[in-house]
């Protein structure tokens, strides 16, 4: 079975850019979730998606945001990117709301210059 | 919010010996406890995680207790070896909310 692949692995971008991130759960998962990772504050919520809906909403601004397809796939996108944008964006897959493990896929390294 | 307190943030075990990693939430209602390991240059992978209705969960060499009165939970890793060499996070979630993580414990096993 597939585990949660996220694409690309790495992206270089310049301040002022927009960048998508992509995001496949594991097969007949239906939550998706992001989080990004940083050395200073560490495992942050981006926001869930389940069924196409966003479900909950972590404290960064609106140039953060994110969609759900129907075939679950997950999509997040950064607009007018910051230095401090630069992270491992993580997102994380779960069955569905009433299963609770959730398994991480690789991460997305966005570096900006 | 949930707040998720983790210590200690490093943490160097002789190969063999045990290690043990505390977190402490503050939401009562937190349900869900689980544990990741994260190695350099990949994602979390869940190792073992326990629900509010149970104190102790074991799988081989690791084991997780949770105390619900005293709002914490440890992960307790026996007979350590160089591949449990990494960092370590817990998490703390109430039903479907988000999972919110400890600062993570960078865990070296010393040969």
């Known amino acids: 079975k597939a585990g949660v692949t996220q694409t690309p692995r790495y992206l270089i971008k310049t301040r002022g850019q927009q960048v998508t991130l992509s995001c496949s759960p594991i097969?007949?998962?239906?939550?998706v979730s992001w989080y990004q990772q940083t050395p200073g504050q560490g495992l942050q919520f981006l926001f869930e998606?389940?069924?196409?809906?966003?479900?909950n909403k972590g404290n960064f601004p609106g140039r953060f945001s994110g969609r759900q397809f129907s075939n679950s796939r997950s999509e997040m996108n950064v607009s007018t990117l910051e230095l401090g944008d630069s992270a491992l964006y993580l997102c994380a897959s779960s069955l569905d709301s009433l299963y609770t493990e959730a398994f991480f896929g690789q991460g997305t390294r966005l570096t900006v210059v | 919010g949930e707040n998720v307190e983790q210590h200690p943030s490093t943490l160097s075990v002789q190969e063999g010996d045990s290690a043990v990693i505390k977190c402490t939430y503050s939401?009562?209602?937190?349900?869900?406890f689980p544990w990741y390991k994260q190695e350099l240059g990949k994602g979390p992978q869940l190792i073992i995680d326990i629900r509010s209705n149970v104190g102790e969960k074991k799988d081989q060499r690791i084991a997780v207790t949770l105390n619900k009165t005293a709002k914490h939970f440890s992960l307790h890793i026996t007979e350590t070896q160089p591949e449990d060499s990494a960092v370590y996070f817990c998490a703390a979630r109430f039903g479907n909310e988000k999972l919110t993580f400890g600062t993570g414990t960078r865990l070296t096993i010393i040969p």
């Open positions: 998606y389940f069924s196409e809906t966003q479900r």
């Open positions: 097969s007949g998962h239906r939550s």
């Open positions: 939401d009562s209602a937190s349900n869900y």
